[in-house]
């Protein structure tokens, strides 16, 4: 029990409320329970009211997100693995949907509103010691959140080198996870989002999108605190975590969840000439926050572009079926982080540990046999900056309309993970002799680390999970 906080919906569950996560207070088990009305206007024009508790699934993209992120999802349960219809996290939603009809140059328009008036909730990331806890997020958040409660060893801290340095032990209340800032509900914590849809005559659809709401994902913050609470300085003195005021730099965070704004659009066409077709999407966003080891605060906010171009395109394999096509869908996702800082120390890379500019490309190859009972498939993945890839064969067979079984399993391979490292900056420190670097009294971060805890953001989902090769097999029934 060590360790445990409510980081959002998990990290603090028992072994029965992690067997059934779904029957919680907030219902989970009710995917979708909403009441709808349509009510007519002039002419074609209509509005369409929705309330309840949804899913509303904005975006054409597959496995990673741009658009698509009104629901929070559930990673816990098999990572990036799972399609996002079962994995994303129902909330309570209000939708308006003002339908125009068509024009003299479109075949159809609609604006919508959404409003998630629900209490907030972020992405679920695994808690510590389950299987699936994607980036190693909830061992992480667990670690830290003990050393705060009960103290900790932290090893290769005092007198950091690059050949090794001394364990430094601290108390209750000295580094580690201090508290976490979940969001209460309140009218400015909702999160509020606009849609312009459209079909043009030559049959290309269309969104533009613009979207405010609070970060799925987690921003870890330095934090100050009493000088009292300083094994090294000690007194009243106060001083910064991250920073180097008093030559201390002592890990100690405050979990939050930032406001963030989105603007994007998303295209879809066909491509007669190549049998295909084809997916666009993009979103800008300003507000998200990295880790920065290059700051005192060891964060910073960036403004991120992402994009995906994808395809889709059915094709005869004579081997596999005469009768029915196989499906081959192809994505690539790119994301561009402005403002980017990295720049190499003396001892590794310092700043940023998340790619400037990263791509991942996926491809899927799904058959459709005995009158499509049973769906054999393969997914691709592969994350080019992290130089880590994954590969999913998974077979779906149903014996009725109502039951689905699916058995399948992810396993990656790649390059080495030196390619991961990064500073995690316990050797920027200049108060000898617990926290003295072998570069002296210096004030700059030397890039002294490895993969933990920041080379996760390098090595992506699919290289954290570097070594766990998995298999695993799901029933739906459908009633």
Same mark, same amino acid.
């Given at each position: ?14 072994? %029965? ?11 989970? *088990? ?18 369409? &009211? ?5 899913? @509303? ?5 597959? #496995? ?105 032990? *601290? ?35 269309? %969104? ?6 609070? =970060? ?26 991250? =920073? ?11 979990? @939050? ?58 094709? *005869? ?8 096509? @196989? ?12 403002? /980017? ?65 699916? *058995? ?17 900056? /316990? ?11 072998? &570069?002296?009294?210096? #004030?700059?971060? =030397? ?33």
């Amino acid at each position: 029990s060590r360790g445990c906080r409510d980081f959002g919906g998990y990290g603090d569950k028992k072994k %029965s409320e992690l067997a059934m996560p779904e029957f919680n207070d907030r219902l989970d *088990f009710i995917r979708e329970a909403y009441v709808t009305k349509t009510i007519g206007m002039d002419g074609s024009e209509s509005t369409f &009211l929705k309330i309840g508790k949804q899913q @509303v699934v904005w975006g054409r993209t597959d #496995l990673f997100r741009v658009l698509d992120v009104i629901n929070p999802v559930d990673y816990s349960r098999n990572n990036i693995y799972d399609e996002l219809q079962d994995i994303r996290i129902p909330m309570w939603i209000a939708q308006a949907e003002y339908r125009m009809g068509s024009s003299e140059t479109m075949q159809d328009r609609n604006l919508s509103v959404v409003w998630n008036f629900d209490r907030f909730r972020p992405n679920n990331l695994g808690q510590g010691g389950t299987p699936n806890s994607i980036l190693d997020a909830g061992n992480f958040f667990r670690a830290m959140a003990n050393c705060w409660d009960n103290g900790c060893t932290v090893g290769n801290f005092g007198v950091a080198g690059p050949m090794g340095g001394l364990a430094t032990n *601290f108390g209750p209340g000295q580094i580690g996870i201090n508290k976490v800032n979940l969001p209460n509900w309140s009218l400015s914590n909702t999160q509020l989002g606009v849609k312009y849809e459209g079909v043009t005559q030559d049959g290309l659809s269309f %969104s533009l999108n613009a979207l405010t709401y609070r =970060s799925q994902l987690p921003s870890l913050r330095g934090m100050r605190t009493a000088g009292s609470n300083n094994p090294f300085t000690g007194g009243n003195t106060q001083f910064l975590t991250g =920073s180097l005021m008093n030559g201390a730099y002592i890990p100690l965070f405050e979990m @939050v969840y930032p406001r963030v704004n989105l603007v994007g659009g998303s295209m879809d066409f066909q491509v007669e000439s190549l049998g295909a077709a084809m997916r666009l999407e993009g979103a800008y966003t300003s507000g998200e926050e990295f880790a920065n080891t290059a700051r005192p605060e060891l964060y910073s906010k960036n403004n991120v572009w992402r994009s995906v171009i994808g395809f889709d395109r059915p094709t *005869f394999v004579p081997f596999i079926s005469t009768e029915r096509t @196989v499906l081959f869908s192809g994505q690539l996702f790119y994301q561009h982080i402005f403002n /980017h800082e990295a720049y190499r120390g003396p001892w590794g890379m310092v700043g940023m540990p998340d790619w400037k500019d990263n791509v991942i490309g996926t491809l899927l190859m799904k058959a459709f046999l005995m009158n499509d009972r049973l769906s054999p498939e393969i997914i691709f993945a592969r994350d080019f900056r992290a130089q880590a890839n994954v590969m999913a064969p998974a077979l779906e067979w149903s014996p009725t309309n109502n039951l689905k079984f699916k *058995f399948g399993a992810n396993i990656k391979f790649g390059s080495e993970q030196t390619n991961w490292q990064w500073s995690s900056a /316990h050797a920027a420190n200049a108060l000898a002799p617990f926290t003295a670097t072998a &570069l002296g009294t210096t #004030l700059v971060d =030397s890039g002294l680390g490895g993969m933990e805890p920041l080379g996760r953001f390098r090595a992506g989902p699919i290289g954290t999970a570097f070594g766990q090769n998995e298999i695993f097999a799901m029933m739906r029934y459908k009633f």
